[in-house]
């Protein structure tokens, strides 16, 4: 397998409350886990292929915790890819390369991996506040977690050891719907979480 890393933008949702218990190796509020992972790549390379400036996405779902396994997932890769870049990301995306967290998922948790879908990716939030789109499939309005007379607050997660994260600045995923058959979900003012990272073969380096 060709060697790889990328820098990106990232940004995660779920179905748990604020700062999201599984961070702490907790269980998911509700006792199951439904959720999506996007990375806007800034600039990254699989082999000779150049993966800057374009965006893939995860989304997991998990009956129970996610360490039981389980798991139904897919694979979405901005349609303005490459054949190159759509084998890449679609390799990184699955854990098929490598890359801690994706191969941890890919290879013991996830046991039903739906087909790799390529559509429009839009990732435009700045300080922990925008929108992300996932073609007409997902989306999620990010906001600053706030106290009740409206005064925002920026708390910081820091995860030496993080998997997805190194640092990552807690916001309020004001709302989030996911819509791909069984691969549905919607909810409002839940975890999220935003960050600059950095991964290669080994997994999440910064």
């Not at 719907?177 to 960050?195: I, T």
Request: proline share 4%; hydrophobic share 35%; glycine share 14%.
């Amino acid at each position: 397998m060709d060697a790889w890393s990328f820098e990106a933008d990232y940004f995660t949702a779920c179905n748990c409350d604020w700062g999201c218990p599984c961070n702490f190796n907790a269980p998911p509020n509700g006792g199951s886990c439904r959720g999506w992972c996007l990375w806007q790549i800034r600039k990254g390379q699989f082999g000779d292929t150049d993966l800057a400036g374009i965006g893939f996405a995860v989304y997991y779902d998990f009956p129970g915790l996610i360490e039981q396994g389980n798991g139904a997932a897919c694979v979405y890769i901005d349609s303005s890819a490459t054949a190159e870049q759509r084998k890449a990301l679609d390799a990184i995306g699955s854990g098929k390369a490598g890359g801690g967290i994706f191969q941890l998922f890919g290879e013991q948790l996830v046991t039903t991996w739906l087909p790799t879908k390529f559509v429009p990716i839009e990732f435009e939030i700045e300080d922990g506040v925008g929108r992300v789109r996932i073609g007409d499939i997902g989306e999620a309005d990010s906001e600053l977690l706030s106290y009740p007379d409206g005064s925002t607050i920026r708390p910081t997660l820091k995860l030496p050891h993080g998997l997805e994260y190194k640092t990552g600045l807690m916001t309020n995923a004001r709302r989030w719907r996911w819509r791909d058959g069984r691969l549905s979900a919607g909810y409002e003012n839940r975890y999220g979480a935003v960050a600059r990272v950095k991964f290669t073969a080994e997994g999440c380096v910064g």
